[in-house]
Every structure is written in C-alpha cells, then in structure tokens.
C-alpha cells in the first residue's frame, strides 16, 4: 500500500486575540505618537511604507512592554513545536505603517534571526493581506492542475485583523503588495 510522506513543512503560527480591544487602541495610540516624532529616512525599502526598523526599537520602549511580553510568550509556545528548550526574547522591534496604496513590502526575510512576529494593529477591507511564498521553488509544476492544497500552494496570505499575531520562521520568504484604495493598515514587527 502506498503512502505520501510529508516532510519539512512550513508553518506559520496564528493567535487570534493576541491583544484585548483595549490593548490594540494603545499600541495603536503609541504608534501613531512615535510616527509623527520619529522619522523613517532610514527606511531600506522599496515600497515607501513608513517604518521606525532603523530608527526606533520598540522593545526598548517600556510604553510597548505589554505587546513585547505577550508576543515572546507565543512565540516561546510556537518555540516548543520544534522541540527546543531555548528560551528567546526579542532581538528587536518596529512599527509598520501603509497609508497610501503605493505602500507595499517587497518579498523579503529576516536575516539573523530564528523567528519573526507580525501583529496587526489598524486594518480595513482594502487593507492588503501578509503573503508568504513557497521556500521550495517550483521549476516544473505538476500539470493540469485545478485547484490548489498544501501540495501545491505557491503563496498564502493572511488578512490583516487587529489583534491577530503571526509567528514563522526568519528565513520565509513574505510580502505586502500595495492596496486597491489608500487606507491605514499598521502592524507590529519583531525578530526573535
């Protein structure tokens, strides 16, 4: 009898409710007050979305304390699921904000560290979704293909709901395209 053996999987850790609704309007209060003092001239990528990663580590912020304990509780829980005994904490922190439907996230990882934790903070329907690629190119795909499954997929994506918090491993390939209409979609970023 014949079995189909799954190995090496890429996965991505999701909680829900990461925060309380009270906790998202601080983070996001936090944010917005840091975006108008701290300026991202430093800011390494191509899609123009404002970002404090060379300017601003908010791991070092005491204001962000609450989301830094929550996330490195997950991401210490996601941790075990690869059986390790290592306890992480965080590398470093920063805030992401895209207004404008030019802002995007060119398709890139995170070097230097074992796992990468996005929080959603502020979204709407025309927010665009966190895209993360298939780290297993695919040179000749199998033909005559209909529909997709874990087999197959060459990306998946996740809306960005407040309060949802995605954790995987650094060296997965991800994205942000850029948005159908202008709105405000923020997000917290942290490497471990």
């Not at 995007?104 to 996005?118: F, L």
């Not at 895209?131 to 997709?148: G, Q």
């Not at 390939?173 to 948005?179: A, L």
């Amino acid at each position: 009898m014949s079995q189909t053996y799954k190995f090496f999987p890429t996965c991505v850790y999701v909680e829900a409710n990461c925060l309380s609704k009270q906790q998202i309007k601080k983070a996001v209060d936090l944010s917005n007050k840091i975006s108008k003092k701290i300026p991202d001239a430093t800011n390494p990528f191509v899609g123009q979305t404002y970002s404090t990663i060379r300017t601003y580590d908010i791991v070092k912020d005491p204001s962000f304390y609450f989301v830094t304990k929550e996330i490195t509780k997950h991401v210490n829980l996601y941790n075990k699921e690869f059986l390790s005994k290592h306890i992480y904490q965080p590398l470093g922190g920063w805030i992401n904000i895209y207004s404008k439907t030019y802002h995007s996230q060119e398709a890139h990882i995170h070097a230097h560290s074992t796992y990468s934790a996005v929080l959603f903070l502020q979204s709407n329907k025309y927010s665009s979704p966190l895209y993360f690629e298939n780290p297993n190119s695919e040179m000749t795909p199998p033909y005559e293909r209909d529909e997709f499954n874990e087999m197959t997929y060459n990306t998946v994506n996740f809306k960005p709901i407040p309060g949802q918090l995605l954790i995987f491993r650094s060296d997965i390939r991800h994205f942000v395209p850029p948005s159908l209409k202008d709105n405000k979609r923020m997000t917290l970023s942290y490497n471990y």
